[in-house]
């Protein structure tokens, strides 16, 4: 019996860099796997997206999931709910599944991360899988990433009106705007991110984010509000040829720049 191939993988995430991987290798290496890690707490706009990608490029995506889901990791964890510190999200939803997947077999993964980013991180540590950087082999930045997106007609995908990163519609590395914009977007979404916060048989109460439940946070809304579009004024007028996601992008990158999960964002 003949050795087993080596198969090649791509993990989709719902976010811009890891599509434009895509596109760039569809063609390129026809046998690849794509797969998304299916925590069942997307957002609607990162379904879409994904159908959207399967269709323009003719690819299969595999969606795995972890068998046991959110809420059963949340009670084995005591109700902590995942934070920057404890990642314990990333390591159970994204990472497991994935090597589920790949089982024993060697494997080379394909990670988005561009040229211009120095970020590394969250990403399986199997010896069976090897992890490889196309566009920074390739020396491809930002703008090359839009162009890429722009030029195969899929695009960005909706959620960058008022996001600017994919991942659970809970995700704590979500910005104060982009909490207030759920709760405008996706109500019955933040809701239920509220009650994550505080349902605990004991009494106790978790927040998303840092000092502040979303409950108070959405009571300064209007001020939220308000200082992000302050902020997008000045930064077009800085960059005024800037395509508007890109905008957004930059002015929630000045607001809170810490670098979230390779397997959730990119």
């Not at 964890?77 to 077999?105: A, N, Y």
């Not at 996706?186 to 979303?214: C, I, M």
Request: aromatic share 10%; proline share 5%; hydrophobic share 35%.
């Amino acid at each position: 019996m003949g050795k087993k191939a080596v198969r090649h993988i791509l993990g989709l995430s719902g976010g811009k860099d890891s599509t434009a991987l895509a596109i760039l290798l569809h063609k390129e290496i026809p046998e690849m796997e794509y797969f998304f890690c299916d925590t069942h707490k997307e957002l609607p706009e990162t379904y879409e997206y994904l159908d959207r990608i399967k269709a323009r490029l003719g690819i299969k995506i595999h969606y795995l999931s972890e068998k046991r889901g959110f809420d059963h990791w949340l009670v084995i964890h005591d109700g902590l709910l995942p934070s920057p510190q404890m990642r314990w999200c990333t390591v159970k939803m994204k990472i497991k599944p994935l090597e589920d997947f790949v089982g024993d077999d060697e494997a080379i993964s394909y990670i988005g991360i561009r040229a211009d980013e120095n970020r590394e991180g969250y990403i399986s540590t199997k010896p069976n899988i090897k992890s490889v950087f196309p566009f920074k082999e390739k020396g491809l930045v930002k703008d090359d990433i839009i162009r890429l997106l722009e030029d195969s007609g899929i695009g960005l995908p909706d959620y960058y009106r008022w996001r600017s990163r994919s991942g659970c519609f809970f995700c704590f590395f979500q910005r104060k705007y982009e909490w207030v914009m759920l709760a405008q977007e996706h109500p019955d979404l933040f809701q239920k991110a509220v009650e994550y916060e505080s349902n605990h048989a004991d009494g106790r109460t978790y927040t998303w984010t840092d000092g502040e439940s979303l409950l108070q946070l959405l009571e300064r809304k209007d001020e939220i509000i308000a200082q992000h579009e302050k902020s997008m004024t000045k930064q077009k007028k800085a960059a005024p040829n800037q395509p508007l996601a890109e905008v957004l992008a930059e002015v929630l990158d000045e607001e809170d720049d810490s670098l979230p999960c390779l397997m959730c964002h990119l």
